[in-house]
């Protein structure tokens, strides 16, 4: 397990980097918020049993791919494909399957894109490839899947058909929410750029030179302010 804690451990850090650049050139993040999880071995050998795996350690690492898992959340459904691109592209990533449940949801409703990708761990004397799963959905798919997550294990699988009517009408409403909050954004950014595009907005690449007087841009300079200009 702890190869896989370390492998874990290595895409979070990716991840806080491509969150923290994309804040600073953009003023905006596509990641929401990222969480980690190892399986429990309750959970995993009760995966291994559904799964008809055999119950050696060879056959659960070669069978189960989310002995390791990061669950990301983004704000809107673009994001979760831009921030598996910048994942995916990294040399040391290396994409073992993809699951695309935002472009075909499960029959119950549920999305989610899951990638499964293999990264090595560099060890005392050996490289050990790790499989970690990412998750990656938006807010409102997080929502659904943890509130059906919830029932389906209060209920041990026998949900009620009632209440898996409920489930699969609040999951197209979260898809409804998803897509006009989407809609929402895409207009924002048109509005952004036609302000930047109007005659009357202030340009800076238009403006003259600016002359400043000495003591000013050596001051600006200090405190890294003309970087921002
Ligand atoms: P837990 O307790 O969350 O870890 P398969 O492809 O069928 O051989 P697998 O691994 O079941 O094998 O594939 P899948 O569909 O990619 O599911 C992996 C994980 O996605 C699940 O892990 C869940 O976390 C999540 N998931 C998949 N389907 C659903 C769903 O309908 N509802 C919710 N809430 N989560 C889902 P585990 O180990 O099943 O569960």
Known sequence: M???????????????ILKEEFTHIHQYSPIEHVTSRLKTPESLLEK?????????????RKNIFDIAGIRITCSFISDTYRVA???TGQSDVEVIEIKDYIANPKPNGYKSLHVIVEIPVFMTDRVQPVLVE????????DFWAS?????????????????LDELTDAAESANKLDVKMEHLHDEIGEIKNSN??????????SMPPLS?????????LERGSMGRL
């Open 85 to 87: 691109d910048m994942l």
């Open 212 to 220: 400043l007087p000495r003591e000013l841009l050596a001051s600006l």
């Open 147 to 163: 509130l059906e997550h919830k029932i389906f294990y209060k209920y041990r699988g026998a949900i009620p058909v009632s209440l």
């Open 48 to 60: 291994a049993r559904r799964k008809n795996c055999p119950l050696t350690f060879e056959d659960i």
């Open 196 to 205: 930047l595009d109007a005659p009357d907005s202030i340009q800076l690449s």
């Open 134 to 141: 990412l998750q990656i959905r938006t807010i409102a798919m």
């Open 2 to 16: 702890m190869g896989y804690k370390f492998g874990t451990d290595e895409l979070m850090t990716k991840i806080n």
